[in-house]
């Protein structure tokens, strides 16, 4: 369905997918542009993203020495670093305690090499994901001190964790919290809790509030290299390369779908620069697992690398991606690599029974804002996966639980759409008292709920987040950066599209009308791909592919409906290299009909 509306691209005013096409900047109309009319492509991509005219340059090749802050500015920077440097000198058992996904091994794999080259040969701890669940527990930090050491700093975890911290301090262990989660006004207690979330961070300090974890464990880094260097460490020892750990912060951040801008974009941007040169080991083997023949790109994080760290994590053991990240044995390395591949495809599996149990619920949800399924002998390991698949597949936030008939509560893992805080209502539900436990940002959270309550925190939940949802959807739209004409949907432009990247959460990846075209040739492939071969009418043709949507509803409308139609395609355009001549072509995310 098209319109005459000059401010929807294409006229679209309805897509097959329900949107309007709206310019995200200004009109980009490569097709009808004339010489001089527009600014150069990847000028226009950064002021459609937000970025001011005099600062092009510094967004253009985001680099550290123009987005790093000072690592003092952020609430007890200093504190911890003063101690860790303490721990150092004094000679003291240090343990890392990490979270089992990718923000967590990567944090604590940047901690322990990091005192390694300090000559510290740290421990670590990962908790079960099933037996332990998340975040630091008493017990073990208890153990932990039983065990000699006398410091623990947690990474990706603790901001909530007041009961486990208060047991440790009780039994004279320091704690330090090293995290990017939430925070409730009260703070558990710790020797010192950096995070840019912490109600009490001034402006300045919470303006970076979109790091992951991986992120802060690398100012702190940078903050105790510095008061090393202040008490005289390095005089007789060669000062940590911290550069070269920017490939562990690039991978925990894109996998941990933090918003790339700002300092996140230039920590990825430098990242995949360091992991080009395949200097870490475990990371090395990682991709080579991950079978990439070229240099890693930052999709290949969120889609290649990471999933199999988080493997580890979700349906394996917990260490398997800190003992590959810390690996100084290629054949160790090569070994966990492939063990995780293993396991990857085993979560795949799962995965796909979860989700299919999930989906047979949403119709008896339909008049919901946000959806709460749930089910028994559900793999815990596999729920925020399957929350994200259900919210893009309808929409809505989406929270799915799994209940557990032993200790009659249920683990659950959630994925917000933009507009909607998730996490800020988990913490909102547990100061409620309709959650055991909970916590997470504001695109993703988990908690863990009695199962008495369940239908009384799905009811509050939605009733909370109805009115924020409702003015999310009624905002929706497909943002285009430009359009063109199948002919001119070339590699080149390819390339100078990826010139305003790298691309993720907050830094959209640009998306490319195209059109109008004919369906010459349409197809499944896979389990639920549609591939497209399109005609334009100025006699070009692109392939296109849409990922997990022979099954939409836009897609079946593509695959019965467009016989004798023309159609304009939106999607992102990437890079076909399977054959000798590399082509463009599009990851379709939407279509209209064109007449």
């Given at each position: 369905m098209a319109s005459s509306a000059i401010s929807n691209v294409f006229g679209v005013e309805?897509?097959?997918?329900?949107?309007?096409?709206?310019?995200?900047?200004?009109?980009?109309?490569?097709?009808?542009?004339?010489?001089?009319?527009?600014?150069?492509?990847?000028?226009?991509?950064?002021?459609?993203?937000?970025?001011?005219?005099?600062?092009?340059?510094?967004?253009?090749?985001?680099?550290?020495?123009?987005f790093l802050p000072d690592p003092s500015l952020f609430q007890d920077m200093d504190l911890a670093a003063e101690r860790i440097a303490q721990a150092i000198l004094s000679e003291e058992k240090i343990t890392v305690y990490g979270d089992y996904d990718v923000d967590g091994a990567t944090s604590a794999a940047l901690l322990i090499r990091l005192l390694d080259q300090l000559g510290v040969a740290a421990d670590y701890y990962i908790p079960d994901r099933l037996l332990e669940g998340y975040g630091p527990s008493g017990e073990a930090l208890v153990r932990l001190g039983e065990q000699g050491s006398s410091l623990v700093v947690t990474v990706d975890c603790g901001a909530m964790a007041f009961d486990a911290l208060q047991r440790a301090r009780d039994a004279g262990v320091d704690v330090i919290v090293v995290d990017h989660h939430k925070c409730a006004s009260e703070l558990p207690k710790a020797v010192a809790l950096v995070n840019p979330n912490r109600l009490d961070e001034s402006d300045e300090g919470a303006a970076h509030g979109h790091l992951a974890?991986?992120?802060?464990?690398?100012?702190?880094?940078?903050?105790?290299?510095?008061?090393?260097?202040?008490?005289?460490?390095?005089?007789?020892?060669?000062?940590?390369?911290?550069?070269?750990?920017?490939?562990?912060?690039?991978?925990?951040?894109?996998?941990?779908?933090?918003?790339?801008?700002?300092?996140?974009?230039?920590?990825?941007?430098?990242?995949?620069?360091?992991?080009?040169?395949?200097?870490?080991?475990?990371?090395?083997?990682?991709i080579d697992a991950s079978r990439l023949k070229r240099a890693p790109m930052?999709?290949?994080?969120?889609?290649?690398?990471?999933?199999?760290?988080?493997?580890?994590?979700?349906?394996?053991?917990?260490?398997?991606?800190?003992?590959?990240?810390?690996?100084?044995?290629?054949?160790?390395?090569?070994?966990?690599?492939?063990?995780?591949?293993?396991?990857?495809?085993?979560?795949?599996?799962?995965?796909?029974?979860?989700q299919a149990e999930a989906e047979d619920q949403i119709a008896s949800q339909h008049n919901r804002s946000v959806l709460t399924l749930s089910g028994a002998g559900w793999h815990p390991g596999v729920i925020g996966i399957v929350a994200g698949r259900i919210k893009e597949k309808t929409g809505k936030p989406a929270l799915v639980v799994a209940l557990d008939s032993e200790t009659a509560e249920g683990k659950g893992s959630g994925r917000s759409i933009p507009g909607?805080?998730?996490?800020?209502?988990?913490?909102?539900?547990?100061?409620?008292?309709?959650?055991?436990?909970?916590?997470?940002?504001?695109?993703?959270?988990?908690?863990?709920?009695?199962?008495?309550?369940?239908?009384?925190?799905?009811?509050?939940?939605?009733?909370?987040?109805?009115?924020?949802?409702?003015?999310?959807?009624?905002?929706?739209a497909l943002k285009i950066d430009l359009a063109v004409t199948p002919r001119g949907l070339?590699?080149?432009?390819?390339?100078?599209?990826?010139?305003?990247?790298?691309?993720?959460?907050?830094?959209?990846?640009?998306?490319?009308?195209?059109?109008?075209?004919?369906?010459?040739?349409?197809?499944?492939?896979?389990?639920?791909?549609?591939?497209?071969?399109?005609?334009?009418?100025?006699?070009?043709?692109?392939?296109?592919?849409?990922?997990?949507?022979?099954?939409?509803?836009?897609?079946?409308?593509?695959?019965?409906?467009?016989?004798?139609?023309?159609?304009?395609?939106?999607?992102?355009?990437?890079?076909?290299?399977?054959?000798?001549?590399?082509?463009?072509?599009?990851?379709?995310?939407?279509?209209?009909?064109?007449?």
């Open positions: 309805h897509s097959l997918t329900g949107k309007a096409w709206q310019w995200r900047g200004g009109n980009m109309d490569l097709g009808h542009s004339q010489p001089g009319q527009l600014d150069d492509v990847v000028t226009q991509l950064l002021l459609s993203r937000g970025v001011e005219r005099d600062d092009i340059e510094r967004h253009r090749n985001p680099t550290l020495r123009a974890a991986v992120g802060v464990a690398f100012l702190l880094a940078i903050a105790l290299v510095r008061t090393l260097r202040q008490r005289g460490y390095f005089e007789s020892r060669r000062e940590p390369d911290l550069l070269g750990l920017l490939d562990l912060v690039a991978l925990g951040t894109v996998a941990d779908v933090a918003q790339l801008h700002g300092l996140n974009r230039a920590f990825v941007a430098q990242g995949l620069k360091v992991m080009a040169k395949r200097d870490n080991i475990g990371m090395s083997a990682l930052c999709s290949d994080l969120g889609f290649a690398l990471g999933p199999r760290i988080n493997a580890g994590g979700r349906v394996g053991e917990s260490t398997l991606g800190v003992r590959l990240l810390t690996s100084s044995d290629p054949d160790e390395a090569r070994a966990i690599a492939e063990q995780l591949s293993q396991l990857n495809e085993e979560r795949r599996a799962i995965e796909a029974i979860v909607v805080d998730l996490g800020a209502a988990i913490i909102a539900a547990r100061e409620a008292d309709l959650l055991v436990a909970g916590g997470g940002h504001a695109m993703a959270a988990g908690l863990t709920v009695a199962e008495s309550k369940l239908d009384e925190f799905a009811d509050w939940l939605d009733e909370k987040l109805a009115r924020d949802v409702s003015r999310a959807q009624a905002s929706l070339t590699p080149e432009l390819v390339g100078t599209l990826e010139q305003a990247g790298p691309f993720g959460v907050g830094w959209p990846g640009p998306k490319i009308g195209v059109g109008p075209v004919r369906i010459v040739r349409a197809d499944i492939v896979g389990q639920d791909h549609l591939r497209l071969i399109a005609s334009g009418d100025d006699g070009a043709s692109l392939k296109c592919i849409a990922f997990r949507a022979a099954d939409s509803d836009w897609g079946q409308a593509i695959l019965h409906g467009a016989k004798g139609r023309k159609l304009w395609l939106a999607g992102r355009a990437k890079i076909d290299d399977w054959g000798p001549t590399p082509k463009a072509e599009l990851h379709l995310e939407d279509a209209a009909w064109a007449d």
